[in-house]
């Protein structure tokens, strides 16, 4: 039982500060399976999902989508994958989306979460991260990578960016400090090459045997 543990990473770090592009590499060298919140949320925008017309306003004014969205969509992912370790990228955003992840209500999952929510019974846990990365980056190196990615993100503009960082630093900075002070933390400068950074993320599923 305890081999089929859920390992659950949460990616942390301001826009642009490189989640995905690291993700990508943690995927490719240690076999995650990786959830972008934002991704998702972007998706179901596009399927014209209920709701979408305010999910994308609000994308677009840099603010939060309700938890229980993005929990759902989260929660749905997880339940039709059949790995077990889990990067979770940029997500929780806000204290409140902490704890509703935290309280999942995992029992009327089929059977791979059913093995999660057993191992939390059994600990006594919520459902917790094992690890959180931080990507930790300077303003204007967030804004310059955001403004040249060109991929014609509705969120991707100067306006938005400000937004964004401003809700980064009132929302998200006390879910790290929240991580930190609990020893899950795992804060990794942000700057320098993709693989100059990737270099400094490797040992860290190294050294929990991934
Ligand atoms: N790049 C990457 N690494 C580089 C490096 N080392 N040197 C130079 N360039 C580098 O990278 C950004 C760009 O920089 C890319 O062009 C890349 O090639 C280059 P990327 O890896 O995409 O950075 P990332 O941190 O993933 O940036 P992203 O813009 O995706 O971060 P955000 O956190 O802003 O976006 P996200 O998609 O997570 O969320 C978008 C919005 O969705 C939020 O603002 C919010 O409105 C909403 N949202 C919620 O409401 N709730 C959620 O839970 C999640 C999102
Ligand atoms: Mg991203």
Same mark, same amino acid.
């Given at each position: 039982?305890?081999?089929?543990?859920?390992?659950?990473?949460?990616?942390?770090?301001?826009?642009?500060?490189?989640?995905?592009?690291?993700?990508?590499?943690?995927?490719?060298?240690? $076999?995650?399976?990786?959830?972008?919140? $934002?991704?998702?949320?972007?998706?179901?925008?596009?399927?014209?999902?209920?709701?979408?017309?305010?999910?994308?306003?609000?994308?677009?004014?840099?603010?939060?989508?309700?938890?229980?969205?993005?929990?759902?969509?989260?929660?749905?992912?997880?339940?039709?994958?059949?790995?077990? @370790?889990?990067?979770?990228?940029?997500?929780?955003?806000?204290?409140?989306?902490?704890?509703?992840?935290?309280?999942?209500?995992?029992?009327?999952?089929?059977?791979?979460?059913?093995?999660?929510?057993?191992?939390?019974?059994?600990?006594?846990?919520?459902?917790?991260?094992?690890?959180?990365?931080?990507?930790?980056?300077?303003?204007?190196?967030?804004?310059?990578?955001?403004?040249?990615?060109?991929?014609?993100?509705?969120?991707?503009?100067?306006?938005?960016?400000?937004?964004?960082?401003?809700?980064?630093?009132?929302?998200?900075?006390?879910?790290?400090?929240?991580?930190?002070?609990?020893?899950?933390?795992?804060?990794?400068?942000?700057?320098?090459?993709?693989?100059?950074?990737?270099? @400094?993320?490797?040992?860290?599923?190294?050294?929990?045997?991934?």
């Amino acid at each position: 039982f305890k081999e089929r543990n859920p390992f659950i990473t949460f990616v942390l770090g301001g826009p642009g500060s490189g989640k995905g592009t690291q993700c990508q590499k943690i995927v490719e060298t240690f $076999g995650f399976k990786h959830l972008s919140a $934002g991704e998702l949320l972007r998706r179901e925008i596009d399927s014209n999902s209920e709701h979408w017309s305010q999910m994308l306003n609000t994308i677009k004014e840099g603010r939060i989508v309700p938890s229980e969205v993005t929990v759902r969509l989260i929660q749905q992912e997880m339940e039709s994958s059949d790995s077990n @370790k889990f990067l979770i990228d940029g997500f929780p955003r806000t204290e409140e989306n902490r704890i509703a992840f935290e309280q999942l209500d995992l029992v009327s999952f089929p059977i791979n979460l059913i093995m999660i929510s057993s191992y939390v019974k059994a600990h006594q846990i919520g459902l917790e991260p094992n690890v959180v990365l931080f990507f930790d980056c300077p303003e204007e190196e967030m804004v310059k990578r955001v403004l040249n990615r060109n991929q014609g993100r509705v969120d991707d503009n100067i306006d938005t960016v400000k937004k964004r960082l401003k809700v980064f630093e009132i929302l998200n900075l006390p879910v790290i400090d929240y991580y930190s002070k609990r020893g899950k933390l795992c804060k990794i400068n942000a700057v320098g090459t993709e693989d100059e950074i990737f270099e @400094k993320v490797r040992p860290i599923f190294s050294a929990c045997g991934m």
